[in-house]
């Protein structure tokens, strides 16, 4: 039930495209103040869970909680008003368009001109691509950089929750280490981080929980290591060869 | 080991960009070939002039001795170059199987292609088995506009595969995929391999990549900054500074 306490919660998520359900019942909270990611075979229902939180695919049964309110049935708007923003997985910024407008489309909901002001100055301190190629088309940047500022365009909502899907896909590793010190750098600033990862080992080493989806239904929950570290989900998802915690990267 | 696929000195630009620099590769005959470099280095460009898709402003590819430079991409598909894309292009409304169908029709006129209403049951059995090779065969009654973005991939994978090329281009057959089922493609990519099948593979998976190729080319800037081994490539200065990044704390992650 609706609990005001809890940030985030799916409650009994039912949802798919017409033919037959993708999600098949999805129970689980997201906590206020963390990164939480969700990992899964392909084709096991991330996208389309994150998809249930924005308001793109409507559940067909089950609720999902925001801070209390249920955002089933709300329009992608609405939810964009709540303090939820998206950033899907493939590539979505305008591409004719200048890295600065898109930045600023981002704050189309924003009516304060000196709000949008204040914003688009931190945004600049967080993310300096955005002033840097402010005036270049954004189809000119690389993939990397394109993911960057779609990030800086999410948060000129000053959103409580980004969900991301897939951030790091088709990136070098060099723009992927630096894509997740941007989401650890957007979480520390006080956002909550909700995302769907194929780079599962990485992004499950800087995430606080992490969910395995299978089959349309949590398979496990836990914190990041717990999940990293559990041998039949690494062997299932996770490629099957999990270094042991000793002998990672700091310990 | 002879030379299958040549490229040389292959420049081209778009608008103000230079996409291409002077950029020379060999492909060898039965090799696994690993291409990597940053984002914006020029990779899939590189891809799209191998294959038809962009004509260089200058250089030449060539492909089993035979000039290939502005071929049209049927052209170079039927003499035996197939590719993956790295965002998937599949027919959407139309199933996973009959995708896979439309591939196998390749040697056909266009005017048989438009007339044939019914695959062979041979044809069929043979779309099933790669389906069940990249492990989507349970799928293959859906539309493919149903599937997950790792899941095309896959029929992406398979859909080249039917075709039987002699050298198979993959554009980051690992990208959005399940690590589980990376690690099943890699094995599926050495099987193919064994069996004669050349491949060249762009890819920002190092495990993969490095797992995988027995030659490395690192792109930088539109030219081929070096090639070799994994091991010459990973602990190359240049390489590290270019495209894996500083930080030798978490170089682990990326060896």
Redesign the interface.
């Known amino acids: 039930m609706s609990d005001t306490d809890v940030f985030l919660r799916f409650e009994g998520v039912v949802a798919g495209?017409g033919?037959g359900d993708v999600l098949k019942g999805v129970d689980f909270d997201v906590s206020q103040g963390g990164v939480t990611c969700i990992v899964?075979?392909?084709?096991s229902g991330?996208?389309t869970l994150l998809k249930t939180v924005s308001g793109l695919v409507k559940p067909r049964l089950g609720q999902i909680w925001f801070k209390g309110r249920g955002l089933v049935g709300l329009t992608p708007k609405e939810i964009l008003q709540l303090g939820v923003v998206q950033v899907p997985?493939?590539h979505s910024l305008f591409r004719e368009m200048t890295v600065m407008e898109n930045v600023e489309l981002g704050a189309f909901l924003v009516k304060d001109k000196k709000v949008i002001a204040q914003r688009m100055e931190h945004i600049r301190e967080v993310f300096p691509i955005v002033g840097e190629r402010a005036k270049d088309k954004a189809g000119?940047?690389?993939?990397?950089?394109q993911r960057l500022v779609e990030f800086a365009r999410c948060l000129m909502l000053d959103p409580e929750l980004v969900v991301l899907d897939?951030p790091s896909?088709?990136?070098?590793?060099?723009?992927?280490?630096?894509v997740f010190e941007t989401i650890r750098k957007m979480n520390a600033v006080g956002r909550t981080v909700l995302l769907v990862e194929?780079n599962?080992?990485?992004a499950l080493k800087m995430s606080h929980d992490g969910v395995v989806l299978e089959n349309g239904t949590v398979r496990l929950r836990g914190t990041g290591a717990e999940v990293l570290n559990n041998p039949e989900i690494g062997?299932?998802?996770?490629?099957?060869?999990i270094?042991p915690p000793s002998?990672?990267?700091?310990s | 080991m002879t030379t299958l696929l040549r490229v040389d000195n292959v420049s081209r630009s778009f608008g103000g960009?230079q996409a291409l620099r002077e950029c020379s590769l060999d492909v060898e005959k039965g090799s696994i070939t690993g291409l990597?470099?940053?984002?914006?280095s020029g990779k899939t460009t590189l891809f799209n002039v191998i294959t038809g898709y962009v004509k260089p402003d200058a250089g030449t590819v060539t492909f089993n001795g035979k000039t290939i430079t502005n071929a049209r991409p049927d052209t170079v598909f039927a003499l035996g170059v197939g590719r993956t894309f790295?965002?998937t292009r599949t027919f959407a409304r139309i199933t996973v199987l009959e995708n896979m169908l439309v591939a196998t029709q390749r040697d056909d006129s266009w005017l048989r292609g438009l007339t044939r209403s019914m695959s062979s049951k041979a044809e069929v059995a043979n779309a099933m088995e790669w389906l069940s090779f990249v492990g989507i065969a349970q799928?293959a009654e859906?539309?493919a506009g149903?599937?997950?973005?790792?899941?095309r991939?896959?029929l992406e994978l398979a859909y080249v595969l039917v075709a039987d090329p002699d050298v198979i281009l993959l554009d980051?057959p690992a990208?959005?995929?399940?690590?589980?089922?990376?690690?099943t493609i890699a094995e599926k990519i050495k099987a193919l391999n064994e069996g004669g099948k050349t491949f060249l593979i762009v890819e920002?998976n190092?495990e993969f990549v490095m797992g995988l190729c027995a030659s490395v080319t690192v792109m930088h800037q539109g030219s081929a900054l070096i090639s070799g081994t994994p091991d010459d490539v990973r602990s190359n200065a240049l390489v590290l500074d270019?495209?894996?990044?500083g930080?030798d704390?978490?170089?682990?992650?990326?060896a």
């Not at chain 1, 062997?235 to 060869?241: E, Q, R, V």
């Not at chain 2, 990597?36 to 914006?40: E, K």
């Not at chain 2, 704390?249 to 990326?254: Q, R, Y």
């Open positions: 495209y033919g899964g075979p392909n084709g991330k996208s997985q493939q000119s940047l690389s993939g990397g950089q897939e896909m088709g990136l070098d590793p060099k723009t992927l280490r630096l194929q599962a080992r990485q062997a299932l998802y996770l490629g099957g060869s270094a002998s990672g990267p700091g | 960009v990597i470099g940053p984002n914006g790295q965002l799928l859906l539309p149903a599937l997950s973005f790792g899941q991939k896959l980051e990208g959005g995929v399940n690590l589980t089922l990376i690690n920002h190092m270019a495209y894996l990044g930080g704390d978490e170089e682990s992650e990326f």
